[in-house]
Structures are given as structure tokens and as C-alpha cells.
């Protein structure tokens, strides 16, 4: 095993219009994304994130944090609804890497309450790092 990384967090608050240009990006204009007029009348009450929109703001935070780590794959979920103009913390908890092993780094978007928006793990290859 070798030395595992400090956890690294960043406060963020995505914004409609982030929501509005993320659907028109990736071609996913899913009201319950981008209208919230039809969004109100749902079980969520209000427009939520597309979980890409989340992962890709996790992924520009761990390329700024270790920018020459490769991403190898990533397992993703998204038990709760994260909203227009809601705080959230972007959270990457490094695990205690194994020789020849990608290296595991948890992966979060965490609510105020505590809930989490992204819950999943990035495999990271280093340079250098011994491979398999």
C-alpha cells in the first residue's frame, strides 16, 4: 500500500442557466432538467441536475487536483435530487492505493442535509504507477 491523499472538497452552486446549457450541450432537454415551469408540478417540485452535468464538474476537480492522472472508469449513482441554486460540496476521498491497481478515489456531491447528489468512484491511473 502507499500513501493516500488528503480529501479535497469544493463548494459549488449549479445554476439554472448551467442546467439549460448543459441540455443544450449534450442534447438531453429533458424538461425535468430545463423547465421549470413542468418541473413544479413533479414529484421533485423544481428542476434537477443531469447527473452528467454533476460527474463533469467532479471530473474538472479531480483533473485540477491531480492533473496527470488518467481516469480509467468511473462507477456512478445519484440517489438524490440536486436543484438549481442549491449549495453543494464537491467531495474526493482518496483511498489507500494497491500496487498494480488503479487507484480508488470516492467520489461526492453532498448536500446540505447531508444527502448525496453523486455518490460513486473514479479508478485513476498515475504516472509512473506500477501496472498491472
Not at 23 to 31: E, F, I, K, V
Not at 35 to 59: I, K, Y
Not at 72 to 78: D, I
Not at 90 to 106: C, F, S
Request: aromatic share 8%; with cysteine; hydrophobic share 45%.
Amino acid at each position: 500500500m502507499t500513501h493516500v491523499a488528503s480529501v479535497v472538497a469544493e463548494a459549488r452552486v449549479f445554476t439554472q442557466a448551467e442546467f439549460d446549457r448543459f441540455g443544450a450541450l449534450s442534447g438531453d432537454c429533458n424538461p425535468i432538467h430545463v423547465d421549470p415551469g413542468f418541473a413544479a408540478d413533479t414529484p421533485f417540485g423544481a428542476t434537477v441536475a443531469h447527473g452528467m452535468l454533476l460527474f463533469s464538474a467532479v471530473r474538472g476537480l479531480v483533473a485540477r487536483t491531480w492533473p496527470d492522472a488518467e481516469l480509467c472508469t468511473q462507477e456512478l449513482m445519484f440517489p438524490a435530487p440536486t436543484y438549481a441554486d442549491e449549495p453543494v460540496t464537491l467531495r474526493l476521498e482518496p483511498q489507500a492505493r494497491q500496487a498494480g491497481e488503479p487507484w480508488r478515489v470516492l467520489a461526492r456531491v453532498a448536500k446540505a442535509d447531508g444527502r448525496l447528489g453523486l455518490d460513486g468512484v473514479c479508478h485513476l491511473r498515475l504516472p509512473g504507477a506500477d501496472r498491472p
